[in-house]
């Protein structure tokens, strides 16, 4: 079954649509996870990775 068969072709597009749609569900998890996007990219909040501070 190499990619030029039909099967071949069906099977990488329906791998495709497969990454396409854990790639979506991720992208979705950090909007819902309010994340900040600026020019594309995800920003990182101040308090994210900030270090506490020792008493």
């Known amino acids: 079954m190499g990619r030029g068969t039909p099967h071949g072709r069906l099977f990488e597009a329906v791998k495709s649509a497969a990454v396409e749609w854990v790639l979506r569900e991720a992208l979705l998890a950090l909007i819902r996870a309010v994340a900040t996007f600026e020019a594309g990219k995800i920003v990182e909040r101040p308090d994210e990775h ?5 008493a």
């Open 50 to 54: 900030s270090q506490p501070e020792a």
